[in-house]
């Protein structure tokens, strides 16, 4: 989905919206990551893809460490759960979502990072952000 050319980190659009409709979700969800997609911002001179950038990091970011999505994504459910639950629900919800998902990113990040790949992925986004003039 990225390609380095030079000191310019292209993105690969078309290659972003395939992944986004091979994605297991309602079509809702699927126009807004792909209006998404089409986020810009301008600093300074520069015109900077940042809904593209940002999803293709978080693509990446999926594909690299699936256990810190996961448990990311099954904290929201159980906190979704409990903050269902009639009376209690509201009350429980806002003590106990960062707790699942302190929890659910920690047991993920213990299952993924065994391989130390995490600075390596932080330093070549800081490395997009520079080239394309942000940081």
Do not use: C, N, W
Not at 69 to 77: D, E
Not at 103 to 128: E, I, N
């Amino acid at each position: 989905m990225t390609e380095q050319t030079g000191s310019v980190l292209r993105i690969d659009r078309a290659a972003i919206t395939r992944r986004i409709e091979r994605l297991e979700v309602s079509a809702d969800m699927k126009a807004i990551l792909a209006s998404l997609v089409d986020t810009t911002i301008v600093v300074g001179s520069k015109l900077i893809d940042l809904g593209a950038r940002v999803l293709a990091f978080v693509f990446e970011l999926a594909k690299a460490y699936p256990g810190v999505a996961f448990g990311v994504v099954a904290a929201l459910v159980l906190s979704y759960l409990i903050s269902s639950i009639p009376v209690v629900g509201p009350v429980l919800s806002p003590v106990l979502t960062p707790i699942l998902l302190i929890v659910g990113v920690s047991l993920g990040a213990l299952d993924d990072l065994t391989d130390g790949g995490m600075r390596h992925r932080l330093q070549g986004l800081g490395d997009q952000l520079r080239a394309s003039g942000v940081a």
